[in-house]
């Protein structure tokens, strides 16, 4: 069945998101706080619903064999664990996200694809509740983007991991957007929304420093890759139209930017115009590009 189209109308960030940086403006561990801007709503659900093993891990399955024990890391609706989950069985795979509602909707979608070697749980990537080298694999996608201290979560994902185990992680670069029409409106809002997430602990995503960034977390055999995914139908623009709606119609985004005085209300209500207007553009096209890396923890010589 066709999943209804994405609306840009009437659309606001999840409260999750807004309390969790709300904590974060008043945290001084803020650096060590992992954040989903987007929210978790309709429109944010149905672009992950899209994202599968092959579409975004592609990079990490010729190094998979059956029998592997995996950790998903920020899960979300498991679109991707299950996929893997089919790909290591008969091992087991855990998926962790910090936000229920992630996890419920991966529960559901495991017992309707009827996968049982695989469970989902709540869990802070920066203490992550498993044993020391009690993991083959801990896989990453668009996770770190979200993280402040990247360095530590990369840390933490090493700790659980055995010698000889794989990490794999994958984000969005989200410097210079590469879309047309490249309106002042809409490069404006990509520039404050990476100044307000620097703002609220969350430096701007470089995942193509992730192979030094391995390296320098004590990861061997790093090396990295990368990606596009395009947007050049009407509905799949509409979709990433969406996405980018909920965004500049964040409450945190929007106190950030005001309070700040990078822009005024006015300015904020042009922006979601302006999106709204990209999104039923003929002519509009994005490119989302993203960089990889993987990487072994050292293997244990006697």
């Given at each position: 069945?066709?999943a209804?189209?994405?609306?840009l109308r009437g659309?606001?960030?999840?409260s999750d998101?807004?309390?969790?940086?709300r904590?974060?403006n008043?945290?001084p561990r803020a650096?060590?706080?992992?954040v989903?801007v987007?929210g978790?709503g309709?429109v944010?659900h149905?672009?992950?619903?899209?994202r599968?093993a092959?579409s975004v891990?592609d990079?990490?399955l010729p190094?998979l064999?059956?029998?592997?024990?995996?950790?998903?890391?920020?899960?979300?609706?498991?679109?991707i664990?299950?996929d893997?989950a089919e790909?290591?069985?008969p091992g087991?795979?855990?998926g962790?996200d910090?936000?229920p509602?992630?996890?419920?909707?991966?529960?559901?979608?495991?017992?309707?694809r009827g996968?049982?070697?695989?469970?989902?749980?709540?869990?802070d990537?920066?203490?992550?509740p498993?044993?020391?080298?009690?993991f083959?694999v801990?896989?990453a996608?668009?996770?770190l983007?979200?993280v402040?201290?990247?360095?530590?979560a990369?840390h933490?994902f090493r700790r659980v991991l055995?010698p000889g185990?794989?990490v794999?992680v994958k984000d969005?670069?989200?410097?210079?957007?590469?879309?047309?029409?490249?309106t002042?409106?809409l490069?404006d809002?990509?520039a404050?929304l990476?100044?307000?997430k620097?703002?609220?602990?969350v430096?701007?995503?470089?995942?193509?420093?992730?192979r030094?960034l391995?390296?320098?977390a004590?990861f061997?055999?790093?090396?990295?890759?990368?990606?596009?995914?395009?947007?050049?139908?009407?509905e799949a623009?509409r979709?990433?139209a969406?996405?980018q709606?909920v965004m500049?119609?964040?409450e945190?985004?929007?106190?950030?930017?005001?309070e700040?005085g990078?822009?005024?209300?006015?300015h904020l209500?042009?922006?979601?115009?302006?999106?709204?207007?990209?999104?039923?553009?003929p002519?509009?096209?994005?490119?989302?590009?993203f960089c990889?890396?993987?990487?072994?923890?050292?293997?244990l010589?006697?």
């Open positions: 069945m066709q209804p189209k994405a609306s659309l606001r960030t999840n998101t807004t309390a969790i940086l904590r974060m008043n945290d650096a060590e706080r992992a989903y987007a978790y309709d944010a149905r672009y992950m619903l899209e599968s092959v891990a990079f990490l190094h064999v059956p029998g592997m024990r995996l950790l998903d890391v920020g899960c979300g609706p498991g679109t664990t299950l893997l790909l290591v069985a087991e795979v855990i962790v910090q936000a509602v992630q996890l419920e909707r991966a529960r559901a979608l495991a017992t309707e996968i049982s070697s695989v469970r989902f749980e709540q869990a990537l920066f203490a992550l498993y044993a020391d080298a009690s083959d801990v896989f996608h668009a996770v983007m979200h402040g201290d990247r360095l530590a990369l933490e055995r185990g794989i794999a969005l670069q989200t410097g210079e957007p590469i879309i047309d029409p490249a002042p409106l490069r809002f990509f404050l990476n100044r307000a620097a703002k609220n602990g430096p701007i995503s470089a995942p193509e420093t992730y030094a391995l390296r320098e004590g061997v055999d790093v090396e990295a890759s990368a990606s596009c995914k395009s947007h050049g139908t009407a623009v979709t990433i969406a996405m709606a500049a119609r964040g945190v985004f929007q106190q950030t930017v005001v700040q990078w822009a005024d209300q006015a209500d042009a922006i979601v115009a302006e999106i709204e207007r990209w999104g039923e553009d002519d509009a096209f994005r490119v989302e590009l990889a890396a993987l990487g072994r923890v050292p293997r010589y006697i």
